[in-house]
T-cell receptor
Framework: NAGVTQTPKFQVLKTGQSMTLQCAQD?????MSWYRQDPGMGLRLIHY???????DQGEVPNGYNVSRSTTEDFPLRLLSAAPSQTSVYFC?????????????FGQGTRLTVV | GDSVTQMEGPVTLSEEAFLTINCTYT??????LFWYVQYPGEGLQLLLK?????DKGSNKGFEATYRKETTSFHLEKGSVQVSDSAVYFC??????????FGAGTRLAVHP
């Protein structure tokens, strides 16, 4: 089925470990983004990309890196995990940045850093 | 900066009750406004939108009217169902490449 696929669905990390959250879409969307969802704070934008080779910071980029080598994939890297990064992470894609509201969201990755 | 404030939840209702979830915003100009819904275990889905003042967005029995005088975009439904149980997020377009979300309001509907 077409859509946004995130892996893994669940992950537990120790403080200081690194990992990559994967996000892939098969709709040929230009715009992709990563959000984190925390209780009482809604979704906050971490990084986004308006096309292959182009990325930019969102509201809460510290501690995260991204790259966009292909249109389909937009991985999110945690270089040295911290307990403050415990959250649910959502990847989203849309045809372009002009139609953000039509974004498709993945099912989320629940990350716990101990 | 731009921001969205939603009423705190959870909101607990009986089936067929009337629903209102309040949403107010702070922004420069008149941004597009949205309501998203997140069902258990799923990502967010766009529920409805309004792009200018006095517009009414509607979908699946839900409605919201863009009120620039009160900077509000309250979500309403006349008769909720158990299947409406979810988390609802109010959001605005805060610039060319960004959506700004409220904290979310959890709705629980009981038979």
């Amino acid at each position: 089925n077409a859509g946004v696929t995130q892996t893994p669905k669940f992950q537990v990390l120790k403080t200081g470990q690194s990992m990559t959250l994967q996000c892939a879409q098969d709709m040929n969307h230009e715009y992709m983004s990563w959000y984190r969802q925390d209780p009482g704070m809604g979704l906050r934008l971490i990084h986004y990309s308006v096309g292959a080779g182009i990325t930019d910071q969102g509201e809460v980029p510290n501690g995260y890196n991204v790259s966009r080598s292909t249109t389909e994939d937009f991985p999110l890297r945690l270089l040295s995990a911290a307990p403050s990064q415990t959250s649910v992470y959502f990847c989203a894609s849309s045809y372009s940045s002009a139609v953000l509201e039509g974004a498709f969201f993945g099912q989320g990755t629940r990350l716990t850093v101990v | 900066g731009d921001s969205v404030t939603q009423m705190e939840g959870p909101v607990t209702l009986s089936e067929e009750a009337f629903l209102t979830i309040n949403c107010t915003y702070t922004a420069t100009g008149y941004p597009s406004l949205f309501w998203y819904v997140q069902y258990p275990g799923e990502g967010l889905q766009l529920l409805l939108k309004a792009t200018k003042a006095d517009d009414k967005g509607s979908n699946k029995g839900f409605e919201a009217t863009y009120r620039k005088e009160t900077t509000s975009f309250h979500l309403e439904k006349g008769s909720v169902q158990v299947s409406d149980s979810a988390v609802y997020f109010c959001a605005l377009r805060g610039g060319y490449n960004k959506l700004i979300f409220g904290a979310g309001t959890r709705l629980a509907v009981h038979p």
